[in-house]
């Protein structure tokens, strides 16, 4: 997770310049939604999420797409124990190296 992101997620005040009042409320959406799924498919299935397949077909990835088109890439990472998403913003450079 990049740095914005991280105090997007932890620091309910922080609101970057770039980012839209829609933005903020769907990102915190995403994160209140990651935070009480109980299994990978429990966020997956959240159509108002809007979360499709990774592009690449990486099946431990995915993206979700905010309404102005700003797309937050998600990476699942499961232990025996707990699942964990890990969020990024997906950039014109990170997709190209995927």
Do not use: Y
């Amino acid at each position: 997770m990049d740095e914005e992101l991280r105090r997007l997620a932890t620091e309910p005040e922080f609101r970057p310049a770039s980012w839209s009042d829609q933005e903020l409320r769907e990102f915190h959406r995403l994160v209140q939604c990651a935070r009480a799924a109980h299994v990978e498919d429990d966020l997956r299935n959240m159509c108002l999420l809007q979360i499709e397949p990774d592009r690449s077909g990486h099946p431990a990835r995915a993206q979700a797409t905010l309404t102005s088109g700003r797309a937050i890439d998600l990476t699942f990472k499961n232990t025996d124990s707990h699942g964990i998403v890990v969020l990024g913003i997906l950039t014109p450079e990170t997709e190209a190296s995927q």
